[in-house]
């Protein structure tokens, strides 16, 4: 279990981009991977992107061809570059070290709020 702080969320119309940050500590941020999941009001939390030990990503089919993301091993810090939000887009967003889809801590970071209008 590590520490996860996310940041860089806000509010933007459809069409803008946001750049998301989440600082891990606690641990040894090199032997995870490491992902990012939303959570929309009223639903479940929902995978998004994950990135592997090699830096390999893979995105959820709803957000690829959008979003990017990317990780500082010096900094343990994973990042999510969102261009292109829609509406849909909107929920908190949240980081964890991942095993395939699933996350793998049991205890999340506070998340950031993501909110786009149309």
């Known amino acids: 279990q590590m520490q996860l702080v996310e940041s860089g969320g806000g509010s933007v119309q459809a069409g803008g981009s946001l750049s998301l940050s989440c600082a891990a500590s606690g641990g040894t941020f090199s032997l995870y991977q490491w992902g990012w999941f939303r959570q929309a009001p009223g639903k479940e939390r929902e995978f998004v992107a994950r990135i592997s030990w090699t830096g390999e990503p893979y995105y959820a089919d709803s957000v690829k061809g959008r979003f990017t993301i990317s990780r500082d091993i010096a900094k343990s810090t994973v990042y999510l570059q969102m261009n292109s939000l829609k509406p849909e887009d909107t929920a908190v967003y949240y980081c964890?070290?991942?095993?395939?889809?699933?996350?793998?801590?049991?205890?999340w970071g506070q998340g950031t709020q993501v909110t786009v209008s149309s």
């Open positions: 964890n070290a991942i095993s395939g889809t699933a996350p793998l801590f049991l205890s």
